[in-house]
């Protein structure tokens, strides 16, 4: 796994294509992906504080702006630059702000946040311990994080054709969309290798969460983790 100028490095060099290899690799469904998550996230009884980790073009931040109460507000961090110059285009006259930051060391105070969410990034985590814990801190008691995370499904049959989708296909796709073929070499190899829910959802245990849930999507192509503090 790259280390973490490497990781910013490859999400600048594919910051312009990345939106719409999400949208075609997927075939739509990450869009359905993000309206599952955000009826968890976004609180339409009351103003809300929002952090989304990992924000990337700030897809996921408007998605719950936009539905979440009046006078609620969006702070998206990511680590690439050229991923937020993106995203601060679209997020024009919308309640949200996006900074520069890490997962693993969160420039906010303890308990900032109602809500903590982080579509499609955890797995690219340089110390995925410590980010978890991050974002426990800065939730506040009560408080919930949400986790959207590509995976692969359990059943050895289905997983063949996905292996082969994401090995195969996916890479030469991403190449041809951006130019880059080690960027999208990496993204589908960072996905096999996330830990599916017996071992991930220890972590958020672990990490200071008290409450964990778990829902799958398309056989466990994408995942959905709901934690409690």
Known sequence: MPDKEGI???????APGYDSFNHRSSFGADRSW???????IADTTRPIQV????TGTADFAIAVAD???PGSHVTGIDISEGMLRIGRGKCQGKPIDLLTAQAED?????????????????????DRAKGLAEMCRVLRKGGKLVILELSYPANRLIRFFYELYSLRVLPRMGARMTGNLDAFTYLPESILRF??????MPMLHEAGFNTVRHKQFIFGVCRMYVAYK
């Not at 952090?51 to 990992?54: N, T, W």
């Not at 105070?109 to 955890?122: K, Q, T």
């Open 106 to 126: 969160l420039p906010f105070p303890d308990s900032s946040f109602d809500r903590v969410c982080v579509a499609f990034g955890v797995r690219n985590f340089e």
């Open 51 to 54: 952090l989304d980790v990992a």
């Open 67 to 69: 539905k979440a109460a």
């Open 8 to 14: 910013r490095e490859l999400f600048d060099d594919i």
């Open 195 to 200: 830990p599916l829910p017996a071992a991930f």
């Open 34 to 40: 993000r309206r599952k998550a955000v009826r968890e």
